[in-house]
């Protein structure tokens, strides 16, 4: 029996364009005639994952917050990093309220405020990726896409972990042979899973009598056997395809009664908190900038009496 309830089970309230446009996804999701893709509210169940500091470190709550906001999108592991974003920023603005609340220090006179990012402005100023994708090194044309979220993921899980590793290393005073090889190999691990990572943002290499290279692992002995210039070259196109999608950068006005300087500053979307009640993240940043604040005033004092 149809359950008669069904009309209002949560419902597509966000419509948004992905940066790609699906471009490089293997399933194509449905999008609409504007070439947008539906967004819905989190359920209880999404917000209680997003709780698990496990589920949030290995990408897991990630994936399927977005397989569950997003439906039409067969498999959210092949996703490209600046559509992830687009889909987790409006999945915030559906399931909570469209300002979001961030601090940040003015520059001129060094006092930390609370400012309001609109989320619906926000989403309406994503970046698209440009049509052409290609850059040429040497006699080679190489033709790039987004990283996926998956690639991402995978990658900082594999190089935190090592950063950890060679930290403890670093602080161990009797470092012995063994350890200093094992510091060289997890050195070599991390630029090896970079390799992965810039490889992943490359669909096709194309040589000059035509040939096209897109086996995974010759792009990848590719890349560990080439000069420094080249892979310089291409974590710069990387970087470039993948900051596509939601601004990184906001303008502020200091509030400050003598100020009122405007600065621009980065602001960070980050999962473990951006999915907070506006109200909750909003008090937990007050007190953090009520401390800033205090210790500043303390400095000031400071150097006024001596």
Known sequence: MENPLQGYYRHKDLYVKLPTGGKWLKNKPKLTDDGEI??????????????IPDALYNGQAIFELIQSVCPDIVDPYELSLPDADVILLASRASSYDKKFPVEAKCPKCETTNMYDVDLQVVLGKVHLVA?????????????????TLAAVNANNIKTGELAKMLGNMRENEDIDQSLKEQYSENMQQIAAA???????AIVKVIMPDGTEVTDPQHIIDWISNSNRKTVVALQKAQTAMNINGIP??????CPEENCGHQFETAVEFNPSFFFTDSSKLAMMQKQSISSSNNTKNEDQISENNS
């Open 38 to 51: 539906g967004v819905r509210p989190m359920s209880m169940k999404d917000e209680l994952l997003l709780t």
């Open 131 to 147: 049509e052409q994708t290609e850059i040429e090194i040497d006699d080679l044309i190489v033709e790039l896409k987004s990283n």
């Open 194 to 200: 970079n390799i992965v990572l810039i490889a992943d």
């Open 248 to 253: 990184k950068t906001f303008d502020f006005t």
